[in-house]
């Protein structure tokens, strides 16, 4: 069930999203030492399925993430629709690119009409040209494979290819590239300073990573207390739990792989993944 106050858990506008990510620039190194780690990342099939059931904990209090491909409303954060299993937002463009990526590969489908309306409504909160009948459209819409399979792209090119790669150029494990992956979920990879790229510009001054020659703990601890410091920079983000006893807990235990099991709270909330 989808609590209002914990879809309020949303990044700031994406104007400056998508691979742009990657234009923070992806760290080099000289030292010869400084090889990535040497475990699975985020992206094997196991460890990202552990990763969306983490972010669905926080987003939706739910580890069924596949559940949220109809997820749809207006949670009055000024960002309009709220939708799928990323929190894709009607005023931020990700909706947009996402229903436009579905038209492409499927033309005519039952979104397609609203394409004109948003992109009026981009970067505003207005249900200009939407309501009444687009939420009972997307959650109709949600019902085929080919939009589930849109989202499931979109969600990988704009947030998690993005964060696992910065994480392996950085030369952190599964851990930390979920550190960051949800990180970009909330706050996105804009120009201000509670973004993706400021959390981690935030945390470079404090602690250098693996690829510099640095203690993967010592700058994971850094990039977390970056990630709690823009959380509370929003009030909508002040509750900092998916950090204090979900992602600090699994660092606290050694456990850089994400190996199961797993145990971390969410707003209070106990979860477990065996």
């Known amino acids: 069930m989808h609590t209002p106050h914990?879809?309020?858990s949303r990044r700031t506008l994406l104007a400056l999203i998508g691979a742009s990510v990657i234009a923070a620039p992806l760290l080099t190194t000289q030292l010869a030492t400084a090889t990535p780690v040497s475990v699975s990342g985020l992206d094997d099939p196991a460890k990202k399925e552990i990763a969306m059931k983490l972010v669905s904990s926080a987003e939706n209090s739910s580890l069924d993430w596949k559940a949220q491909y109809g997820y749809i409303e207006d949670i009055g954060d000024g960002r309009g629709y709220t939708a799928g299993i990323i929190g894709f937002c009607s005023g931020t463009g990700d909706m947009l690119d996402l229903?436009?990526?579905y038209t492409q590969r499927k033309p005519g489908n039952v979104l397609a009409k609203y394409l004109p309306a948003l992109r009026e409504v981009d970067g505003?909160?207005?249900h200009d040209g939407l309501d009444p009948d687009y939420p009972r459209d997307w959650?109709?819409?949600a019902e085929d494979s080919a939009f589930q399979q849109a989202q499931n792209d979109e969600r990988d090119r704009v947030y998690f290819n993005p964060a696992v790669s910065q994480g392996k150029a950085d030369g952190i494990g599964t851990l930390g590239q979920f550190a960051y992956y949800d990180a970009i979920v909330m706050?996105?990879?804009g120009d201000d300073a509670t973004s993706f790229r400021n959390i981690r510009k935030r945390a470079l001054a404090q602690a250098q990573p693996p690829a510099q020659?640095?203690?993967e703990v010592a700058y994971l601890n850094a990039f977390l207390d970056a990630r709690v410091w823009a959380m509370k920079q929003e009030e909508a983000h002040s509750d900092t739990s998916r950090v204090d006893t979900a992602q600090r807990v699994f660092l606290e235990n050694g456990n850089l792989n994400l190996d199961p099991p797993l145990d971390w709270k969410v707003y209070?909330?106990?979860?477990?993944?065996g």
């Open 268 to 273: 209070g909330d106990s979860y477990h993944i």
């Open 99 to 101: 229903v436009e990526l």
């Open 187 to 189: 706050h996105g990879d």
């Open 6 to 8: 914990i879809r309020t």
């Open 139 to 141: 959650e109709k819409a």
């Open 213 to 215: 020659g640095g203690d």
């Open 124 to 126: 505003t909160d207005s």
